[in-house]
């Protein structure tokens, strides 16, 4: 299809309204259909998306912002001030379950004095402000008094971006038409096709024989296929960068033997890392020591996380009462057994847990793993809290600011802190951090919350891996940048000479 580009997705979006997008591919297909008032730029700086400026006063106490004119919802409707309002006061009622109200907690009040400007008073500074506002902004005309987990609007959204919902085949595709009326001008792409396909062979085969034109490719398929194919070097465009992301083992500490600081750190040391780098990413990644990445002012240098160490890790289960018996951990006659929970079709993060299964056997605990579908993984159990362990990965925003994942408060049905991590310090660690203007004083309290993560292992942070971006040549102005490659997708054009696939 010459005007459109067609991606593969393992799983398919659950609710694209912004309040409700927790999972990635919800989020992608949000972020072509809502935007917010501030965005990222290429160079990971904060600008002006729906506001085309702002004044920040009083220590950062007030914000001031200031909205476009003419712009207009994909209804026709114009956007204005009460719109934002509105997408305040909704986010923030407590009878709303989204995972982000979080990141309006600092604020004391917005107000609209008139149709173009908002203003914004904090009860203390907010470190994230500006980052906090590009959350996509919901049309009041439509969504006021409504119901934001009725389907009948998430099937049907109506935003000011770029790209407005045409079809939803649940579980098949999503099908977006650029909207004429984008404030930035008509994307150059017609149409943006999410094609839902939960396995990455598969996937891989439909990239290679022109049934998608993206795929983020695995390790293998990169090392093995992609980089050394003369077809893919003629015909697509491939490419390397450490991703924003790190893959984990979560562990559900509501479970007695979980909540012990001395059983997580015994299942980390346990667990050989750079093994699963080596086998199953192929060297495409790096080990990952925390929730702060390499790359990020955040990241703590100096921290060392549990090493890959069987008799260390020995040791601690007898400290928490488990003994080594023919060759099986066991507390009261009991073995030490759990079950690891994944979901289907991502082959990483598969190899990834029976290597995992296999370092545990060595040391006496019986991992399980259960392969679930994407949504039903996250609706009927990771959400519900019903798991031992889960192993997943978090895509990260550039600011530190990881209050939502890991604070205590953070721990209703849908919100982030699902493992239910509690630890006082971290809590005011968490809270400082966000509060705190001076990135000099930041940089201190990140580098201690890396410290502690490092120490608590509330997940064992199991690695950073590359991004491997595969996309067919005949889309031009694509560059790599360090937020990626589809910060200014608006502005791709396919030539007419390149309209065929195997031109």
């Known amino acids: 299809m010459p005007d459109a580009v067609v991606v593969g997705s393992l799983a398919d979006a659950r609710n694209p309204l912004p309040l409700m997008a927790s999972d990635s ?47 207009k919802w994909q209804d026709g409707k114009e956007f204005t001030s009460a719109d934002v309002l509105f997408t305040y006061d909704t ?37 994230p402000a500006l980052e906090s506002w590009g959350m996509g902004i919901i049309p009041k005309h439509i969504l006021e008094g409504r119901d934001m987990t009725d389907e009948r609007f998430s099937r049907h959204p109506v935003g000011t971006g770029p790209y407005r919902l045409k079809r939803w085949t649940t579980g098949q595709s999503i099908e977006l038409d650029a909207f004429d009326g984008y404030f930035e001008g008509r994307p150059g792409i017609k149409k943006f096709i999410m094609r839902i396909i939960p396995d990455n062979a598969t996937m891989f085969l439909e990239l290679k024989f022109g049934g998608i034109d993206y795929m983020d490719v695995t390790p293998q398929q990169y090392k093995l296929v992609v980089s050394r194919s003369r077809f893919f070097e003629r015909y697509f465009q491939r490419f390397r960068y450490p991703a924003f992301a790190f893959t984990y083992l979560g562990w559900n500490e509501l479970d007695s033997r979980f909540k012990d600081v001395r059983i997580r750190r015994a299942l980390s040391h346990a667990i050989d890392k750079k093994s699963i780098i080596k086998g199953v990413l192929m060297g495409y990644g790096t080990p990952c020591t925390g929730p702060f990445l390499p790359g990020s002012w955040a990241y703590n240098p100096d921290v060392k996380d549990p090493s890959y160490d ?78 031992e362990a889960v192993l997943m990965g978090w895509s990260l925003s550039r600011d530190p600011d990881l209050y939502q994942i890991f604070d205590s408060s953070q721990t209703k049905e849908g919100e982030f802190n699902f493992i239910s991590y509690k630890d006082p310090q971290a809590d005011r660690l968490l809270e400082e951090g966000r509060s705190t203007l001076d990135l000099r004083k930041r940089k201190a309290i990140y580098h201690k919350l890396h410290a502690i993560f490092a120490w608590d292992q509330p997940y064992t942070f199991l690695y950073v891996p590359d991004a491997l971006p595969v996309l067919s040549r005949r889309f031009k102005g694509v560059h790599e940048a360090p937020i990626g490659i589809w910060y200014d997708f608006i502005h791709w054009r396919v030539p007419a000479d390149k309209a065929l696939w195997y031109n």
């Open 91 to 127: 986010v923030t009622d407590p009878k709303v379950p989204t995972p982000y109200s979080s990141n309006y907690g600092p604020v004391g009040k917005v107000e609209a004095p008139d149709p173009y400007t908002v203003r914004v008073y904090y009860k203390k500074p907010y470190a």
């Open 310 to 387: 069987p008799a260390r890790s020995l040791e601690l289960f007898r400290e928490a009462g488990w003994t080594l018996k023919d060759g099986v951990l066991q507390k009261d006659g009991v073995p030490f057994s759990f079950t690891i929970i994944t979901n289907q079709g991502n082959t990483e993060r598969l190899l990834a847990a029976q290597i995992i299964k296999e370092d545990l056997k060595k040391v006496g605990v019986e991992a399980h793993i259960k392969v679930l579908e994407w949504q039903a993984m996250l609706h009927d159990f990771v959400d519900k809290k019903r798991f």
């Open 25 to 71: 591919a919800s989020a992608e297909i949000s972020g072509w259909i809502f935007n917010g008032l501030t965005k990222y730029d290429k160079d990971l700086k904060i600008v002006p998306d729906l506001a085309k400026s702002w004044e920040i006063k009083n220590g950062g106490l007030e914000i001031i912002f200031h909205l476009r004119r003419g712009v």
